[in-house]
């Protein structure tokens, strides 16, 4: 193995492989680069890569991946395999729950009959009952906005389809709803910003309880169902369908079946009904619950180190999605990404000192579920601080978890001290568009748990190409939406970094432990 510290030497397996010299944050910093293995590494990401083979498996074959679904387990079943045809080690499912229980969606039909007969496109809130059999019933809206309104809706709904929101107003796109970070945003977001200390508004409690609370008012008025618009983003023939997961609990009593349609064609139902014409719906609605176990889990696989074995390098993603599109950009890519990694470190021959361990993490739209319960288990209890001796042991965690958009640079989460060894292993890249490294943090995702817990664990910079505009947890949320190009960068990238990471001398530099929650 030949380490340089100081310059990089052009290669020319393509134009993306291409490499610049190393400027002064690594001659500063004398952070050692293996620019052979670097070469190994874009050479099979970027020329014989089976990223976007492995995306299309997960979305087209196994989509959706809600957690606890007979699609997840499944999908884990067809990567467990996969992994073990490369070569990985140790490949398994770590279970831990109880999550609740399983659901998924067999048939949805929606026609208006009545006054004019016309398709309607929409999806079933998950965890929520089908319609038992084709039903057809008058359309009344029922908005519902406070608890003191409910009499008034008193003994008027059954047998009746809701209408449970006004109609929302939809805005043409006059920007592309795709867009790569520029130059002055990338900039601007290496600034540590400072804010002063402000007092938190008062929020009326009228949030999720209340929500709860009026499906249980609909349900036992008797409605056929609740329909809503996929409002917000989900617009331009897009729905989106995330949101409450009631029935979770076998124990919990069943409530009417909720369906989120396209906002435009609930906007047409909605302004009929306004202007006192009759509106009939036909609805079949087939929901499943699967209660054979209230368990999630993880899916695991492993390079054993050799001379550090004992020491782990992580890199991640959630493996399981919401259920209206097949879960690509949100967050099948990141999963592919992190698989393809694993799959580049082995094909490419690389030794690693210490062990590299993969985790595809389930539960995470329901909250950090997997990733929580992994470090609760493995390395300490958060609320109290009390760790245990494999916390030691990790080096790093990696996270992909931004949808499809090319890696830019990485979110520092606040720890200064990686700022030298992180600017030397991006060196390489600069040709391919990572350039930035933000001390700011990134939540809402998996590496937060390991964070919270004083372990390094980092998110990566990526664009947001649609993330959060048109695909993200949407019906388009399917493959033709993930960018191959930006994938196959992604996934060298991080293999890049996991072998950087896994040959260092030392463990990388962690911040001070957080004080415990709970006393």
């Known amino acids: 193995m030949r380490v340089l510290y100081l310059h990089l030497r052009a290669v020319t397996v393509a134009a993306l492989?291409?490499?610049?010299?190393?400027?002064?944050?690594l001659a500063q910093s004398q952070e050692p680069v293996d620019l052979d293995a670097v070469y190994r590494i874009k050479e099979e990401g970027l020329?014989?890569?089976?990223?976007?083979d492995t995306l299309s498996h997960l979305t087209d074959v196994y989509g959706s991946r809600l957690t606890n679904s007979p699609q997840i387990r499944a999908a884990a079943a067809w990567a467990q395999t996969r992994l073990t045809e490369w070569g990985l080690h140790n490949v398994r499912q770590e279970t831990w729950g109880p999550f609740g229980r399983g659901w998924s969606n067999e048939r949805l039909v929606a026609h208006v009959v009545l006054p004019t007969p016309y398709p309607v496109v929409g999806f079933p809130r998950a965890w929520t009952p089908g319609t038992d059999g084709p039903v057809t019933a008058d359309v009344v809206m029922a908005v519902i906005e406070h608890a003191d309104e409910f009499g008034k809706w008193s003994g008027k709904l059954r047998g009746k389809i809701v209408l449970a929101a006004r109609p929302s107003a939809v805005r043409a796109h006059f920007q592309a709803p795709g867009r790569r970070y520029t130059e002055g945003e990338l900039a601007e977001m290496e600034q540590q910003p400072v804010t002063a200390a402000r007092?938190?508004?008062?929020?009326?409690?009228?949030?999720?309880?209340?929500?709860?609370?009026?499906?249980?008012?609909?349900?036992?008025?008797?409605v056929v169902a609740v329909l809503e618009p996929g409002s917000g983003r989900g617009d331009h023939g897009s729905v989106l369908v995330t949101g409450p997961s009631p029935n979770r609990d076998p124990k919990e009593p069943p409530t009417a079946p909720h369906i989120l349609l396209a906002t435009e064609h609930y906007g047409r139902i909605a302004r009929t009904v306004e202007r006192n014409v009759p509106v009939r719906m036909e609805l079949d609605v087939r929901n499943r619950f699967h209660d054979e176990t209230l368990d999630a889990f993880n899916v695991v696989a492993e390079i054993p180190g050799t001379d550090k074995a004992a020491d782990i390098v992580m890199l991640g993603a959630h493996f399981d999605s919401w259920h209206s599109g097949t879960g690509a950009t949100d967050n099948a890519a990141g999963s592919a990404a992190m698989m393809e990694a694993m799959r580049i470190l082995k094909s490419a021959g690389l030794k690693m000192r210490r062990t590299v361990r993969l985790a595809l993490w389930t539960g995470e739209e329901q909250g950090l579920l997997g990733s929580r319960e992994?470090?609760?288990?493995?390395?300490?209890?958060?609320?109290?601080?009390?760790?245990?001796p494999a916390h030691a042991n990790l080096s790093v965690y990696f996270n992909m978890d931004n949808g499809t958009g090319a890696i830019r640079g990485v979110y520092l989460q606040g720890n200064e001290a990686v700022r030298p060894i992180f600017s030397a292993w991006l060196e390489p890249f600069r040709s391919v568009g990572m350039t930035t490294l933000t001390i700011r943090n990134t939540g809402s995702t998996d590496h937060v748990p390991f964070d919270d817990i004083g372990l390094p664990g980092f998110q990566f910079i990526q664009d947001p190409i649609e993330y959060g505009t048109h695909s993200h947890h949407s019906s388009m949320d399917l493959y033709e939406r993930v960018q191959s190009e930006d994938l196959m960068k992604n996934a060298t990238i991080i293999a890049s970094f996991v072998y950087h990471a896994a040959n260092r001398e030392s463990l990388l530099p962690r911040k001070p432990l957080p004080q415990p929650r709970k006393r």
């Open 374 to 388: 992994y470090v609760r288990q493995q390395f300490g209890d958060r609320d109290t601080m009390a760790l245990k």
């Open 199 to 222: 007092a938190t508004p008062y929020t009326p409690p009228t949030g999720g309880q209340f929500i709860r609370d009026r499906m249980r008012f609909f349900t036992r008025e008797g």
């Open 17 to 25: 492989l291409a490499t610049a010299t190393l400027v002064a944050p």
């Open 47 to 52: 020329q014989r890569s089976q990223v976007m």
